[in-house]
């Protein structure tokens, strides 16, 4: 990564980096809150529910990495994976606690 | 990155793929393979001969045979031969015994019931766990595949996105144009087996997304045994009495089997504490009865009295859905022609992602075409380029050229047979490092031309199952390996000559082309 790469300035680099681990990790914490929630939420049997969520999850996966890129910065990618990941969170709290014997 | 959503797109797509093409390349060439895994096992050990299929005769001499050679082991498993794998297999579990943690595996002819002594080969089974485990530790390899199939689906999005006009350009087509061939091509190959593309990467996160994914497991069960145990079965199967009592005939239970699913053909017979009073026989289904894994058919015996005990649950919608899954990416199911489509779908998908890294290359050498010497990031795509795709060829053939050549009597002939693959495939990566970029291209295909093209002969000159033979005996397992190789030999031979002519047939036209790949 020389020639070209040094027409790049070390922000826009660093940008990208961000992006990818917002995308990589932010992402997947979405995609297992998402996952959880579907499956303490689902009307169905304690399998069924944990498979439709496991299935289902890969989706938000993929939605997240598209938004990490297709944002209009690097702190919105990771700010669009955050918060939904914290909202979806605080129902999975809620929901356990509440189906706890 | 760049403005608008489908140039984010286009860039994501590009440099996903450019980072994982490799690997996916590998992924899905192994893959495609796999789907001839018994054909391909069939061709490494020719000395297991293929008797027309009685499963009643067979499960006899299997029961006879692990009676008088197994008869302490505390687990037996059959494998009754089927269209498609000639051996009787055999194993057990002695858990004094030797072998690897105890197990020990024979293959026996299926007429006679005798141990075929066949060379050791892992055939094509290394192909298929190479595909999802990458010849890694467990369980790092099958995460980096899962994740490498997470990403071909989300280079199948984003080049749709990317790709707008996606029917008006499917039926363009520019052949001999360079550049923007190769973009027709990809294009082409892409959306025409789209439905094939998506399914085969969604799958395959389906089938490891207990591992990838287990924050829902987690959440709900706390650990994966409640999980497992919900959705395969508990294992309840008693310990053994100690108190001697001879088991009933399998032929018998298997008869009973028959009775309550006529026509079904049997994957495996699993037999616990044979022997003893508390025997257990279970039957279960072949998947190639079924598109979806099927728990419900199971069948559990008393081995003793032969009275059945009880049979599989059956399945919910969620899980028929997430077996439907399974079973389309496996494919055990498909007859021959289905599984020549997966096997041609399969060769797509390799292709599109070949086509895409020579185009990202060839894109960018555009630029760079009036100077005198490459920059140094274009000339390691374009080395990883060769070596992850002839090289990888290379070492396919190696592996079986390996299967021919190395004696049987040699110690670990099988891990050498595995060494030869990657030996190969060193060698074409230190080649493609000392050569120039289209002459190691043209010196990789031409060599994996010879090495494929002449398989046959070697199949000839070195065992009695040569194409004469084959194909008047109607062993169109043996036959068809060997008029594949045949196949992939004159493709190779007609690739290097392209390789090898013409080399600079774009250069004035370089700046359109450029251009209407920008999306790309």
């Excluded at chain 1, 790049?8 to 917002?22: D, M």
């Excluded at chain 2, 498609?84 to 007429?111: C, H, Q, Y």
């Excluded at chain 2, 899980?319 to 199911?333: A, D, P, R, Y």
């Amino acid at each position: 990564m020389k020639s070209k790469a040094a027409g790049l300035p070390l922000s826009y680099r660093l940008a990208v980096t961000s992006r990818s681990l917002a995308a990589l990790l932010g992402g997947y914490l979405l995609a297992s809150m998402a996952s959880v929630c579907i499956t303490l939420l689902a009307p169905m049997t304690q399998a069924d529910a944990t498979i439709t969520g496991m299935m289902l999850s890969f989706v938000f996966y993929l939605i997240a990495f598209i938004w990490c890129f297709a944002c209009r910065s690097a702190w919105r990618a990771w700010l669009g994976v955050l918060l939904p990941s914290l909202a979806l969170g605080l129902i999975n709290a809620l929901a356990y606690w509440m189906n706890l014997p | 990155m760049k403005e608008g959503f489908r140039q984010a797109m286009a860039w994501l797509h590009t440099w996903t793929g450019l980072i994982f093409g490799w690997l996916l390349f590998a992924i899905f060439l192994t893959g495609t393979l796999s789907y001839f895994k018994e054909e391909i096992s069939h061709w490494t050990q020719p000395e297991v001969q293929s008797h027309p299929l009685d499963p009643v005769s067979s499960l006899g001499l299997a029961q006879r045979y692990l009676e008088s050679n197994a008869g302490h082991a505390s687990t037996w498993f059959i494998r009754l031969p089927s269209e498609r794998e000639a051996a009787l297999s055999v194993s057990w579990r002695d858990p004094n015994g030797g072998g690897r943690r105890g197990f020990t595996d024979k293959e026996l002819d299926a007429r006679t019931g005798e141990a075929v002594e066949a060379r050791d080969s892992r055939g094509g089974e290394f192909f298929y766990r190479f595909h999802f485990q990458l010849q890694m530790p467990h369980p790092w390899g099958r995460w980096l595949s899962t994740f490498c199939a997470f990403i071909m689906l989300l280079g199948l999005v984003t080049g749709i996105i990317t790709h707008k006009k996606i029917f008006k350009e499917f039926f363009t087509f520019r052949p001999g144009k360079g550049q923007r061939s190769w973009l027709d091509g990809h294009n082409a190959i892409g959306v025409l087996v789209l439905p094939f593309h998506l399914m085969i990467s969604y799958s395959s996160l389906v089938i490891f997304m207990y591992m990838v994914m287990p924050a829902s497991i987690l959440a709900s069960y706390g650990d994966s045994s409640g999980y497992f145990n919900d959705v395969f079965g508990r294992d309840e199967v008693p310990k053994a009495a100690a108190q001697a009592a001879p088991l009933a005939p399998l032929t018998e239970l298997y008869a009973k089997v028959q009775e309550q699913a006529p026509g079904a053909r049997m994957g495996y017979i699993q037999v616990h504490n044979p022997g003893d009073r508390n025997a257990r026989v279970t039957f279960t289904r072949a998947s190639a009865d079924s598109v979806a894994y099927q728990r419900s058919a199971i069948w559990t015996f008393d081995g003793v009295s032969g009275e059945l005990l009880r049979r599989g649950a059956p399945e919910s919608a969620a899980m028929t859905t997430s077996f439907t899954f399974v079973g389309l990416h496996m494919g055990n199911f498909a007859g021959p022609w289905l599984r020549w489509l997966y096997f041609a779908f399969g060769v797509a998908g390799t292709a599109v992602i070949g086509t895409g890294l020579v185009m990202w290359l060839g894109k960018r050498q555009l630029k760079h075409a009036k100077s005198e010497r490459m920059p140094g990031e274009l000339r390691l795509v374009e080395v990883l380029n060769i070596a992850s795709m002839s090289g990888l060829l290379l070492g396919v053939a190696a592996f079986f050229w390996a299967n021919r050549l190395l004696p049987t009597t040699l110690e670990g002939r099988a891990d050498w047979e595995i060494n030869g693959f990657f030996l190969a495939w060193g060698a074409s990566l230190l080649h493609a490092m000392l050569r120039s970029g289209r002459r190691a291209w043209g010196e990789q295909l031409t060599l994996g031309a010879l090495a494929f093209a002449l398989l046959p002969v070697l199949n000839a000159l070195t065992t009695d199952k040569g194409l004469n033979h084959s194909i008047a005996a109607g062993d169109w397992a043996m036959a068809g390996f060997d008029l594949t190789a045949l196949a992939t030999g004159l493709f190779l031979a007609w690739a290097a000559g392209k390789m090898l002519r013409a080399p600079k047939p774009v250069a004035k036209r370089a700046p359109r082309a450029a251009k209407t790949v920008e999306a790309s």
